[in-house]
T-cell receptor
Framework: DVKVTQSSRYLVKRTGEKVFLECVQDMDHENMFWYRQDPGLGLRLIYFSYDVKMKEKGDIPEGYSVSREKKERFSLILESASTNQTSMYLC????????????FGNGTRLTVT | QKEVEQDPGPLSVPEGAIVSLNCTYSNSAFQYFMWYRQYSRKGPELLMYTYSSGNKEDGRFTAQVDKSSKYISLFIRDSQPSDSATYLCAMSGKDSSYKLIFGSGTRLLVRP
């Protein structure tokens, strides 16, 4: 079974802090994704990566950056956290040839105060 | 207008009922149609997917796609309390299959 592990279940940060959300997958998947999930808005893609050191912007990249130095690890960075970034963040991975089959972590609930 | 619309529910049914979950979409380029299930405090998991039009059955679950109406459905037969979850539809184009567009999810409660 694919396992996607997100480092924290809950995080509380202050406005202006730099925040790191970490994600690790153990199935050698090429693709990795960061989504945020908000009530009524569903899942929205922030960034994705299809290879080490490669990244592509999703639909809502503003205020975020990512890092993928190793194949199994994909980090989401909030450069200066703001209250409108309070959300559930979900990391996912998928194999290159079956990219629609996303395997999600259990999410990090981030609260910015 | 959102690209994918989904009624948020909640939808409450008695055990054993047939459940119908639906999504509409506006982008005619969508070719992959997926249903993800999300239990409380968990990440979504892929339940079924269909390429282009038609039906697909897997046990108690049937996915239908009507591209002419831009409408997709998930039917659950003999629903069980363990089916209680949020169901998210998702879609993508053939040339950008990695970029899924998700509906907002329908919360389903199956009462014992």
């Amino acid at each position: 079974d694919v396992k996607v592990t997100q480092s924290s279940r809950y995080l509380v940060k202050r406005t202006g802090e730099k925040v790191f959300l970490e994600c690790v997958q153990d199935m050698d998947h090429e693709n990795m994704f960061w989504y945020r999930q908000d009530p009524g808005l569903g899942l929205r893609l922030i960034y994705f990566s299809y290879d080490v050191k490669m990244k592509e912007k999703g639909d809502i990249p503003e205020g975020y950056s990512v890092s993928r130095e190793k194949k199994e690890r994909f980090s989401l960075i909030l450069e200066s956290a703001s209250t409108n970034q309070t959300s559930m963040y979900l990391c996912a991975s998928s194999p290159r040839k079956r990219s629609i089959s996303l395997h999600f972590g259990n999410g990090t609930r981030l609260t910015v105060t | 207008q959102k690209e994918v619309e989904q009624d948020p529910g909640p939808l409450s049914v008695p055990e054993g009922a047939i459940v119908s979950l639906n999504c509409t979409y506006s982008n005619s380029a969508f070719q992959y149609f997926m249903w993800y299930r999300q239990y409380s405090r968990k990440g979504p998991e892929l339940l079924m997917y269909t390429y282009s039009s038609g039906n697909k059955e897997d046990g108690r679950f049937t996915a239908q796609v009507d591209k002419s109406s831009k409408y997709i459905s998930l039917f659950i037969r003999d629903s069980q309390p363990s089916d209680s979850a949020t169901y998210l539809c998702a879609m993508s184009g053939k040339d950008s299959s990695y970029k899924l567009i998700f509906g907002s999810g329908t919360r389903l409660l199956v009462r014992p």
